[in-house]
């Protein structure tokens, strides 16, 4: 999967019977538009085996890929899978940068804090 794309969908077109490879990275989220699709993996381990977990998306299931790896998708019937790609740390910092509640501060400029006193007053 190209590294350019954004958290925008890509819609991907599969014909019955084609069979796809994807690089997912976690939380990417696959939508089967149209048809039934087979999808096997990310791989990994369980008591020190290799389990390649499998799963059957049909039209309007969605699932969050929860960890990073390759997956094979395999169309038992023409459709188009949407998939969407979480934003990598740095778009999701230039977010948090962007956004009116978090402001940069300035270089060397202090931030006064509460200190919380859990020690019980005595009278």
Do not use: F
Not at 43 to 62: E, I, K, V
Not at 109 to 115: A, E, F, H, M, Y
């Amino acid at each position: 999967m190209p590294s350019d794309l954004n958290d925008t969908p890509t819609v991907m077109p599969l014909a019955a019977g084609q069979a796809l490879r994807l690089h997912v990275a976690a939380g990417t989220v696959l939508h089967a538009a149209a048809g039934e699709m087979a999808l096997a993996g990310p791989m990994q381990w369980l008591a020190g085996q290799c389990y390649l977990p499998q799963r059957r998306l049909r039209a309007g299931d969605t699932w969050i890929v929860p960890a990073r790896g390759w997956l094979t998708v395999s169309a038992s019937r023409s459709g188009a899978l949407s998939v969407t790609v979480p934003p990598g740390w740095l778009a999701r910092l230039r977010a948090r940068l962007a956004s009116p509640q978090c402001g940069p501060l300035a270089a060397g400029q202090p931030v006064s804090l509460p200190i919380p006193d859990r020690a019980p007053q005595k009278r």
